[in-house]
């Protein structure tokens, strides 16, 4: 499955658990927007930590940064060149 993919179907989910069932774009913000939480961004890094390997104790905890699909796979890729 496409690492967006994997994405959208795991902010789909939290969306979900608020009755939030409205579509999403790749660039349409959920946090800064109030769709999502600050709880539900605890909830994000985990996933993203099981999933995808990232440290957010090493790399630090930006929200900002998990605002997009776009913004989450970037920061996934950067993690992974870093890695490398």
Do not use: C, W, Y
Request: net charge negative.
């Amino acid at each position: 499955m496409e690492r967006k993919e994997v994405i959208r179907k795991f902010l789909q989910t939290l969306l979900a658990h608020k009755s939030d069932a409205q579509p999403f774009a790749d660039d349409g913000s959920l946090f800064l927007s109030g769709r999502l939480q600050s709880v539900d961004a605890v909830a994000l890094a985990v996933f993203l930590e099981e999933k995808f390997g990232l440290d957010f104790a090493e790399m630090g905890f930006d929200q900002e940064r998990l605002d997009t699909v776009n913004d989450i796979a970037s920061l996934i890729e950067e993690s992974s060149n870093s890695r490398q």
